[in-house]
């Protein structure tokens, strides 16, 4: 008696039984009667029920002769379903075995290079964009610093009595940012603010350093159109690269008296603080010609072609090369409002 029951009722999985269970959408019938659906109209509509399975499951045997009504277990990609009310088989597609050819795989992965090459570009110029942001932040921060400073000393700009370096070293004792610590990440001589250093295998980095300036610049030194001029100073050991340039007319030099605030001529026009190439002083001759003068004065055009600039009222902007600032591809005036405090009374009209 077991064994014809066990042949009588075969064994189901859970999915099985589930497919079977929401399997909608077909026609029910009960007895002579049709159940017709009130929205559809005369699409007929049934729902099986766990009983209709079991029903469905325990007539297997009675109708094992015909052979279209076999297992439940799925034979090649289709798998039939005996219904024992209307004594027929329908089919149910599950289990459907199917694999990947090597045209199809190949497809796919062409599709991902060209989607990874469209969306490489974009996410390129983003980082780009974030970076330039940053930078801004920085001097942004940096016009708030100055004016504090400003405060402090009843107006007076920053002076510089020795070299660029010296300036923005915390440790030297002739930068006037020394006593502003927060300028600083630690109490090393070897940090300079908006710069990296390299000394003994240490890497010394500020937090104002511009994102664009990496590790891989450190040592070498490059002129050359924008924006590829890379200025290190320091040692071959200790090199060195400043990426924040003062002006150098307005901090001062070659013992030339402070400048005071209210006796600059246009402080919305005078160059306070730029991107520097690495020198950490700029002056009319921020750009790169073949017969420069001076090339340690060089801006960096590092966002997109472009170089961050601080004026001397607080507000910030890019400069482009060979656009302005420079008096040789733009016509600047060498003493004009841009980088003199009190230029010359006939310079402008």
């Known amino acids: 008696m077991e064994s014809k029951l066990n042949r009588a009722v075969p064994f189901f999985t859970l999915i099985e039984l589930l497919v079977k ?13 049709e159940r017709y659906s009130p ?4 699409v007929k509509q049934y729902c099986f029920t766990s009983i209709d399975l079991l029903a469905s499951a325990a007539q297997q045997k009675r109708f094992s002769k015909n052979k279209n009504c076999t297992s439940l277990r799925p034979e090649g990609r289709t798998s039939r379903i005996f219904d024992a009310r209307q004594k027929c088989s329908s089919h149910l597609h599950i289990f459907t075995q199917s694999a990947f050819t090597l045209i199809e795989l190949l ?8 989607l990874a090459a469209m969306l490489l570009p974009a996410l390129q110029q983003a980082r780009s ?5 940053a930078c801004n932040n920085n001097f942004n921060t940096l016009g708030k610093y100055l004016g504090i400073y400003l405060s402090d000393f009843n107006g007076f700009f920053p002076r ?11 440790s030297s004792v002739n930068s006037p940012w020394a006593p502003y ?5 630690s109490t090393s001589g070897n940090e300079y603010l908006g710069g990296l250093r390299r000394h003994k295998g240490v890497i010394y980095r500020n937090k104002f350093l511009c994102p664009e300036v990496s590790e891989q610049q450190l040592g070498k030194t490059f002129y050359g159109p924008a924006p590829f001029s890379i200025h290190n100073s320091g040692s071959a050991e200790s090199p060195l690269i400043l990426s924040v340039a003062f002006n150098r007319f307005l901090n001062g030099t070659n013992g030339a008296a402070p400048v005071r605030l209210v006796n600059v001529y246009r402080p919305a026009y005078l160059v306070y603080l730029a991107d520097s190439a690495g020198g950490g002083a700029t002056d009319y001759r921020c750009d790169y010609h073949e017969d420069h003068g001076e090339r340690t004065y ?17 507000h910030t902007r890019t400069a482009r090369p060979h656009v302005d600032l420079c008096y040789k591809c733009c016509k600047t005036e060498w003493n004009g409002p841009a980088w003199r405090p009190r230029p010359e009374a006939n310079t402008f009209q």
């Not at 959408?25 to 009667?33: D, E, F, I, L, T």
């Not at 929205?39 to 005369?42: A, D, I, L």
């Not at 510089?160 to 915390?170: L, P, Q, S, T």
């Open 21 to 33: 269970r929401s399997h909608l959408c077909c026609n029910r019938v009960y007895g002579n009667k």
């Open 39 to 42: 929205v559809h109209g005369q």
């Open 107 to 114: 497809v796919v992965i062409a599709i991902i290079a060209i």
């Open 129 to 133: 964009r974030a970076k330039s942001t």
């Open 160 to 170: 510089r009595k020795v070299a660029a370096g010296n300036f923005w070293n915390r």
């Open 181 to 185: 610590s927060d300028l600083w990440n």
């Open 298 to 314: 060089l801006l960096g055009y590092r966002h997109n072609m472009k170089a961050w600039i601080l004026h001397a009222d607080g």
